[in-house]
């Protein structure tokens, strides 16, 4: 029957269209499968491994400080220890998740803790990609810190006060250049480190025996664990997982009491050249050491500083040692004289040009030679050069002893012109001999940084002096450079150690010793008199240079009239004094720059170094005034004071001569 017109015909399904709804429902079935069979993995097949992540959410591990091992001098006396201190951390992951809030949090604890906000995230950044370790922003938090991050805890989501330890130097500033400090590892400190087991936020020794022995000082750290809620504060008690373990102690050839008079006797010299209308004076070093083995007694530098400084991290007292305008304006308190700071060595270098010239048979130890006002160099234009002696009243004729005795310079002036006189083929035999010496060349110490010093050559002069506004004649090594290296002026330069150890060498018999400042690592133990040795260091034999014993033992003769002669340049200060003392005194001229002055001033650099008992030595000892004037007036009155503490003995000082 044909369809009525007015009826609407029902919508009928076309092949075509069944199938079409047959693929969407497949299609629909196939995604809820999918669904469901991922939800079964989730909750039946990786339950646990996602209960142990959200648990590993809940719960930190925290590295417990180990604290490093102590400081000890010679006889067991504590020199550096540790006490408990506050560390204030920020944990990344909890800190707010949007940046305005995250900032707004951090100006506030730059605000508390003294640092920058840049200061606070370059420490972050190195943790981007590990959020839940701890990032310690301050070690040694101060009390009101503390109690001010307590009192407003919720205002500082993330950041945590944790117990640490703090160095602690029993003796403030004493001893400060050889025991150095400790500091948070730097990145490229972190890189040279690679494998040695040291991490982002680790302390280390930043200078002195902290830097050197850092790997028998540190200890081991620990970690424990404590759950937090979901802003990171915690709901448990600390439950500790592996327990820290202790440096090692580290005992020193240092005896402390001998330090302290060294420091003592470096402030004492220092105000008797400023008596002595030597208003410049403001430094100097003194070293000790037996000549036996090379064991440092002590190593005193000033001005000096207090190591705790970069415990408290207080901007003002670090800034001389870290802002090279403050450090100048304080004269370079960091800066280690005894061993980093070269100075021309005056006078107390004769005995290296005596026993040069003996061994190469220029000089016979007991021949004679003028000692006249004036020594004059001729020069290739027949004009000629005219040296001074610094006593112009003496004029006579002098044996090599004498002649240290008094310092006599034209004695030596011709005795470093015959060395210029020597044929080529001869090289250079004074400074061959200073190199033998131990000079121009580091010690050895296992302290640093440690400077080697100059023993000037023709071959240096012509590779130095090149380029403008040096011309051809510069680079000529001419008489008059060999005639001031003989009194060891010119272009030399030595360390106050480096000048120790020669007369040390002079002391024992001509053998060469390498200084050394630790003895051994030891366990830490209740009692430090009764220590477990871990390892000892022992020092490497010393060197035998092959000095002539006549001529060395003319050479101790003059040291000895020197302090006991009655022409003697430090009679008037050793004389007197109940142990037999030998020395030399030096008054060493150098160019230094000053404040106010538009050009350097020529200041004397006093000088003393000597040793004793004469019979049997024991201490060799060197001490240097910075522009002090003679050595004979500031530096052997300083020296005293350390031999009396060591000898337990007590001089006095006289009128005397001075060089």
Known sequence: MPGDPRVEEPYRLTPQTALRVAIVGFAALGIFAVLILRLWALQ????????????????????????????????????????AGTSLEVWPADLPKTWPAQKAELKALAAITHLSLKEILAKIKPYAQDPLTPVILVRGVHDDQIAYLKEHQLQFPGVQL??????????ESLGAHFLGYVGEINQTQLDAQSGQGYALGDI??????????????????????????????????ITPKVNPRPGNALRLTID???????????????????????????????????????????????????????????????????????????????????????????????????????????????????????????????????????????NHWMELPEALAESCDTYFY???????????TRGHPLQAWAARFGFGAPTGVDLGPEASGLVPTPEWRRKTFTGKPFTAVDRVWKPGYSVQLAIGQGDVEVTPLQMTRFYALLANGGRLV?????????????????????????????????????ALAAVQQGLYAGTHGTTGTSSGVFGSFPVSIAGKTGTAEKLISLPGYPHPLKLNQSWWCGYGPTESPSIAVCAVIENGGHGGTAAAPAALRVFEKYFHKHGVLTTHKTD
């Not at 339950?47 to 006889?75: E, F, H, M, S, W």
């Not at 030891?522 to 240079?545: W, Y």
């Open 204 to 237: 280390i020794g930043q200078a002195g025996v902290e830097s050197e022995y850092d790997i028998y000082l540190r200890g081991h750290d620990g970690t424990a664990q404590l759950t937090v809620d979901s802003r990171g504060r915690p709901t448990s008690a």
């Open 414 to 424: 011709q005795l470093g012109y015959d060395f210029y006189k020597l044929p080529a």
């Open 44 to 83: 039946v097949l990786s339950g646990d491994k996602y209960l142990a992540q959200a648990t590993q959410n809940r719960v930190r591990t925290i590295q417990i400080d180990a604290p490093r091992g102590v400081v000890l001098d010679r006889y067991g006396h504590v020199l550096v220890s540790n006490v």
């Open 514 to 550: 390498t200084p050394h400042i630790v003895e051994d690592v030891e366990q830490e133990t209740s009692t430090p008199s009764n220590p477990t040795v871990l390892r000892s260091f022992t020092p490497p034999v010393p060197t035998d240079t092959g000095i002539d014993p006549a």
């Open 256 to 394: 402390i009491g001998l330090q302290r008079a060294a420091e003592r006797a470096l402030k004492y010299g220092i105000t008797l050249a400023r008596q002595n209308s030597e208003p410049y004076a403001d430094g100097g070093a003194i070293v000790a050491i037996d000549p036996r083995d090379g064991s440092i007694l002590a190593l005193a530098s000033y001005p000096t500083y207090q190591p705790s400084v970069y415990v408290s991290r207080d901007p003002k007292k670090l800034a001389p040692l870290q802002n090279q305008v403050v450090a100048a304006k304080d004269n370079f308190p960091g800066l280690d004289r005894a061993l980093s700071v070269t100075y021309p060595p005056g006078s107390t270098w004769k005995p290296v040009t005596a026993l040069a010239a003996m061994q190469e048979h220029i000089l016979s130890p007991y021949s004679s030679l003028l000692c006249s006002p004036d020594f004059k160099v001729k020069g290739q234009t027949g004009v000629g050069q005219l040296f001074h002696n610094w006593d112009p009243n003496v």
């Open 162 to 171: 944790a117990d640490s330890f703090l160095r602690r130097y029993r003796y």
